[in-house]
């Protein structure tokens, strides 16, 4: 069974920056596509950025530019990078792995950008 714990999300001022880490256990990582969602209060979640096991990378739109998935398979870790951010990037944001035995999903740690 995979775990996922997410870390890193706090309180930011609009233009800032934060690091988000998921760190997993349980599954070999090196197998496993790992993604980053939000989810606001009052709407669906959404995706933000994934991460192939071949290092391959997708970013909605919206944070396009902006953001920076990366992977370490040594440590077992995904990370977002997230700069310039906006009062509208706050949510909770989730990781995701999908490999072997299906779709895991982390806890969430919640952002929140606001001066």
């Known amino acids: 069974q995979v775990q996922l714990v997410e870390s890193g999300g706090g309180l930011v001022q609009p233009g800032g920056s934060l690091k988000l880490s998921c760190a997993a256990s349980?599954?070999?990582?090196?197998?496993?596509?790992m993604g980053w969602f939000r989810q606001a209060p009052g709407t669906q979640r959404e995706l933000v950025a994934t991460?192939?096991?071949?290092?391959?990378?997708y970013y909605a739109d919206s944070v396009k530019g902006r953001f920076t998935i990366s992977r370490d398979n040594a440590v077992s870790t995904v990370y977002l990078q997230m700069d310039r951010l906006k009062p509208e990037d706050t949510a909770v944001y989730f990781c995701c792995a999908t490999g072997p035995g299906g779709t895991h999903w982390g806890q969430g740690t919640q952002v929140t950008v606001s001066s």
């Open positions: 991460i192939t096991e071949n290092t391959g990378t």
């Open positions: 349980g599954g070999i990582f090196s197998l496993y596509g």
